[in-house]
């Protein structure tokens, strides 16, 4: 009797940590708006983000407020491309995403041009440690 009670709890326990490991989230979202120079909603707009370190690529629409999720991407680095009719195509590099962050790209403003032109907008991070 004390065996078949010993294996119960460690069937009860590893179900519980299996389940506990399922529910971790290890992924994270791009979220945004997409606008033109006058500062409207660009509806129907092309995002895509692509994972530097593998190449994955990922495109969504942009909703009828001109905004955009993308969710369920791996902690990384990304670029993401803004592509519409009219507009130049705006590319932002250097965004890094953490597991279980939803970054918020915040409105990215297109210009008008053509697809063909494209405006590209960096970012950097500064490392961490002492100044001076």
């Known amino acids: 009797m004390h065996r078949l009670r010993v294996r119960v709890v ?56 001109g905004d955009f999720l993308v969710g369920s991407l791996q902690p990384g680095e990304y670029e993401v491309t803004v592509s519409a009719s009219g507009l130049k195509t705006l590319r932002r590099t250097g965004v890094r995403l953490s597991a279980q962050e939803t970054l918020a790209l915040g409105r990215l403003a297109t210009e008008i041009g053509t697809v063909s032109d494209q405006v590209t907008v960096s970012c950097w991070v500064a490392p961490a440690g002492p100044l001076g």
Do not use: C, K
């Not at 490991?21 to 033109?36: E, F, H, N, R």
């Open 10 to 65: 460690g069937l009860l326990m590893a179900m519980v940590f299996v389940a506990s490991a399922a529910a971790q989230t290890i992924t994270g979202s791009l979220v945004g708006s997409v606008v033109d120079p006058s500062g409207a909603a660009v509806a129907n707009a092309e995002v895509s983000v692509l994972q530097v370190a593998t190449g994955a690529t990922r495109t969504v629409q942009t909703n009828e407020q």
